[in-house]
């Protein structure tokens, strides 16, 4: 490599040999860190020697040397030719003295004018205790000798022999070098020297990665080289580039691996660096971020100044800023290179280390999860303090590591049952396939009764999340049954189960506190119960109990009362939501509340804002579930293919696995849009996959029966759709949530009775849910009209079809609304109203074009050509050019027509008389350039669905 930023070190070493062969002596001592480029300067001395026609003798010492008595000698006199330097040791007859004068005199009789003797020896720390008594005499015999004495000595920040140094002090014509770390622009003539512009380019970040160390340098270069070189070449190709382009390779950065040859140049330098060394570079890399002389020391068991001495020593040598690698690769190639055993104890006592320092829970955790060994005293709820910060921090991968570490720790039962439990709760935010196969145990100990109240309310708690209402009311009854909890164990750091006292009155914390948006209590009266004793044997949810309490189904049911109030309540607590909540339970309550209730356009907005929030904390699970309600609200949009986006996104971010009840529902929405999209492969293939028994027994399972039933009615088989919906039925009524505005299994029920040639049957169901309140609802008002009309003769049809259109425009339903108008036109169409049927068959078959649904658009005529006009306008090209050109009166009226209502339904509508409304159609027709009503455009609905 070429020598750069050591001009003054040359020179200087090139005037010392000068005088040295004009017979003069000197000594050169060159001192500094591992890597610093003693090596170098000391060949450059050799090659300059030989040059000069000196005489170059060269030694090195070692470590495993260092107790050879004139190992560093032998080398010397290896090097030069036969006979001309013996030494000492083995020709002297007398004493060392002797010895070493005998030494002395054969160096200096190789000296001749002109031609001086220079000896070089690097690692002078290592050199035996007989060779450098011998070099030290040998430099204060040679006064004006012609001998040149070069020696590289590593500081190693460990204290030495205080003799060697002093002597080496007092020697005469003694010169000391100290090469600096390299700059930045010495990194930069060294990356040109070697051709890598692009690392010249990135000289800075080089420069602090390796401290300026030449060594680890060389090393980068060598590892990054390739990568630079390559990038240089492509953009040399390249010619113009967009400014995105210019910027993306602006900010790319090659970046050192553990296993490259920068990290083994770590390696060697810390070797190199002497006994201890590596050691305590493992400790700092263990350490990480809290290292320090202090914290090193206590892991290491030596004293801190010592450490502090090396620090500094690795510091100068650039692989340490402070305590700390300058570059992670740097720490992992440490880490790496330590033995796995070793490494596990170092974890085990940098655990106890920052304990006993007062270090935070998670930095104390992550090295108790580094070890097999058993947790001290404290690592248990050291690990649970833990997993409650990291769960707030967003790292519930790392927060479910500490409970289940914490819970394997522990032997008391119902201890290790809440832990288990609140790693359920974690699991839940990653993979609920993982969380509900983690419920099975605890689940079964409930069933065994080998649990307690209060680990009884965290499975109940776990379980009303799922959706698994029955299974939660059952073991809120066993909870009920063991009688009043003293008091509860809170755990620590703050998790999903919600901290909870006993009270002095013997009140029961409520285990289902602050899991619904809208707490909705009902009262339990002794023996009254939502729950029957079933064949296992579990007793009945509230016997014994007097208090209000809050029932598994209240977190799945939509609020009492006004819609108004309820959605404007909804909004009131996604706005006020916390982004650090521990439960995503509410949010989902709040979501589906503004979705049935509030008109699903209110929901999408809130649905990508808090499934942002869930990505950027970490919980790709609870991005799934509320994913899934996006794609459900775009579903009763009509918006087709954004809801088979938003499923297929939501079962994509979390493992698939078997399935589990809590992502039944994005199946579910996902097979109902591809149903509709006409990809029925795409919807089998959904189908076909496995999911657990706990689905159809959960409330998003509902989604998925009625996703299937849907698929059999597509397929024919309308017993076996029959089966799924009033399956649904019976679910939704056992557990108190039927509601026809989440879901209308009567109108669905119908169509397969319908189907089946049971019409009357199917008229009771659509008539019980006519009856329902939800009936004010628009959209249930225009699917249960709908429904209804298909059993009534064409001109009673043609009214309930009217309206049902109406309703379903009000509510936003684009594929709803498509259906509907469909019928509509082939009842006009059996009326005899051909050419309203033909303007209304238009606008179905427009709607389902745009909502993407295949299947419905093939089933409704496609209007033909349009005729052209003698003069015709210039071609209306979008809705914003629609309105300029119409007055608002004209606008009104032409999109109330080109929806199908006759002349006298619009003068009605707008309480306007029938002649109004022809002045206007012919103005509307006059500046559009068309000649009838078949010919108004169609993208006029759009304002029929504002008005």
């Known amino acids: 490599m070429k020598l750069v930023q050591r001009a003054a070190e040359l020179e200087k070493l090139e005037t010392i040999l000068a005088s040295c062969a004009g017979g003069e002596s000197a000594t050169v001592l060159i001192e500094g860190p591992v890597g610093c480029g003693k090596s ?43 006979g001309l330097l013996t030494s000492g040791g083995r020709t002297a007859r007398g004493g060392q003295g002797e010895s070493m004068e005998l030494f002395s005199t054969s160096v200096r009789r190789l000296a001749a004018p002109g031609a001086p003797v220079v000896i070089c020896v690097d690692d002078w720390q290592h050199a035996d205790h007989l060779s450098r008594s011998y070099l030290l005499h040998l430099a204060h015999s040679a006064r004006a ?64 990665i390796s401290g300026g160390n030449p060594l680890l340098l060389r090393a980068l270069f060598e590892e990054l080289g390739p990568a630079y070189g390559s990038r240089a070449d492509t953009a040399d190709d390249d010619g113009a580039q967009s400014q995105s382009q210019s910027q993306s390779k602006a900010q790319w950065q ?36 809290l290292a320090s002389p202090d914290t090193a020391s206590a892991l290491l068991g030596t004293p801190a100044a010592a450490v502090g001495r090396t620090v500094e020593t690795l510091g100068r040598a650039g692989l340490l800023d402070g305590c700390r690698f300058r570059h992670p690769a740097a720490r992992r190639t440490v880490l790496d290179a330590t033995p796995a055993a070793d490494l596990a104890a170092l974890h085990a006592r940098a655990a106890a280390v920052l304990h006993d320092a007062g270090a935070e829970a998670p930095t104390v955790a992550a090295h108790l999860l580094a070890t097999d060994a058993p947790a001290p005293d404290w690592g248990v709820p050291v690990l649970e303090s833990a997993a409650g910060q990291l769960l707030s921090a967003g790292h519930a991968q790392r927060a479910l590591a500490c409970l289940e570490s914490a819970a394997a720790q522990v032997t008391e039962p119902e201890e290790s049952a809440h832990i288990r ?16 196969l983690r419920l099975r145990t605890p689940l079964a100990a409930a069933r065994a009764e080998r649990l307690g109240p209060s680990a009884l309310g965290a499975l109940a708690r776990a379980l009303t999340s799922h959706g698994r209402l029955d299974e ?28 909870t006292h006993g009270r002095a009155d013997g009140y029961d914390p409520d285990p289902l506190d602050g899991l619904c948006a809208f707490p909705r209590r009902i009262s339990m009266s002794r023996g009254e119960s939502p729950v029957r004793r079933d064949g296992g044997g579990f007793p009945a949810y509230g016997q014994g109990r007097d208090e209000p309490v809050a029932t598994p189904t209240a977190l799945w049911h939509l609020p009492e009362g006004s819609p108004a109030a309820a959605v404007a309540a909804a909004d009131d607590f996604l706005r006020g939501v916390s982004p650090g909540c521990a439960a995503v339970e509410p949010t989902l309550q709040a979501l589906r509340t503004l979705l049935y209730l509030g008109g699903a356009q209110h929901a999408p907005h809130w649905c990508r804002h808090t499934a942002a929030e869930a990505d950027r904390r970490g919980a790709p699970a609870w991005s799934a579930l509320l994913r899934t309600v996006h794609a459900m609200a775009l579903l009763r949009l009509g918006d087709l293919a954004g ?226 006009a003698e003069a015709p306008a210039p071609p209306v ?44 159609l012919t103005r509307a027709y006059r500046k559009l350039g068309i000649t009838r009503r078949l010919e108004l455009p169609v993208e006029l609905q759009l304002i029929g669905a504002e008005m």
Request: contains cysteine; proline residues 6%.
């Open 40 to 82: 170098e300067l000391i060949t450059f001395v050799v090659q300059l020697g030989i040059a000069l026609g000196a005489l170059v003798l060269r030694a090195t010492g070692t470590a495993a040397e260092r107790r050879l008595p004139l190992g560093v000698l032998g080398q010397l006199a290896a090097g030069s030719r036969a």
């Open 145 to 208: 000798s012609g001998i040149l004495l070069v020696l590289g000595r590593t500081v190693d920040g460990r204290p030495g022999d205080p003799l060697p140094a002093t002597d080496l002090i007092r020697l005469p014509h003694l010169v000391r070098l100290r090469p600096a770390p390299l700059t930045e622009g010495a990194v930069a003539e060294l990356a040109e020297a070697g051709a890598l512009p692009g690392a010249a380019r990135d000289s800075g970040r080089l420069r602090r």
């Open 254 to 289: 090659p970046e050192p691996e553990p296993d490259g040859a920068f990290g083994l140049a770590v390696l060697a330098c810390l070797e190199r660096n002497g006994p201890g060394t590596v050691e305590l570079a493992r400790a700092l890399a263990v350490l990480g971020g």
């Open 421 to 436: 439990l609140r790693a359920v709760a974690v699991a839940a935010r990653l993979d609920p396939a993982l969380a509900e």
């Open 472 to 499: 939660a009311a059952q073991v809120l009854a066993l909870r009920a049954a063991a009688g009043p909890v003293p008091g509860e164990r809170g755990g620590s750091g703050g998790h999903d189960r919600p901290q």
């Open 643 to 868: 809801a088979e986006r938003e499923a297929s996104a939501a079962l994509d971010s979390v493992p698939r696995g078997a399935g589990s009840a809590l992502m039944s529902a994005a199946s579910g929405t996902l097979v109902r849009a591809r149903l509709a999209l006409g990809r029925t492969d795409g919807a089998a293939e959904e189908l076909a996959r496995p999911v657990p028994d706990s689905v159809f027994a959960s409330v998003p399972g509902l989604e998925y029966l009625r996703a299937r039933g849907q698929f059999h009615m597509a397929a024919s088989r309308y017993h076996a759709a029959l089966g799924d919906f009033l399956e649904i039925g019976r679910r939704m009524r056992r557990w108190g949530l039927d509601r026809p505005v989440v879901m209308p299994w009567r109108t669905e029920a119908a169509e397969a009775l319908h189907r089946l040639g049971e019409s009357r049957q199917a008229e009771r169901f659509v008539a019980d849910q006519l009856a329902m309140p939800d009936m004010a609802d628009p959209w249930v008002e225009g699917i249960s009209l709908r429904a209804r009309s298909a059993h009534q003769e064409p001109r009673k049809r043609q009214v309930m079809l009217a309206r049902a259109a109406e309703a379903l425009r009000r509510s936003g339903d684009r594929y709803e609304l498509a259906r509907t108008l469909a019928e509509f036109a082939r009842v006009l169409q059996d009326c005899g109203e051909t050419s309203r049927s033909v303007m209304v068959s238009r606008t179905a078959w427009h709607l389902a074009d745009e909502c993407g649904a295949q299947p419905l658009r093939d089933t409704i005529a496609r209007p033909g050509p349009q005729p052209a």
């Open 877 to 920: 090209t979008s809705y914003a050019e629609l309105v300029h050109r119409l007055s608002d009166s004209e606008r009104r009226v032409a999109a109330l027509a080109v929806r199908g209502d006759t002349n006298r339904e619009i003068a009605e509508r707008l309480c306007v008389t029938v002649s109004t409304v022809e002045q206007h």
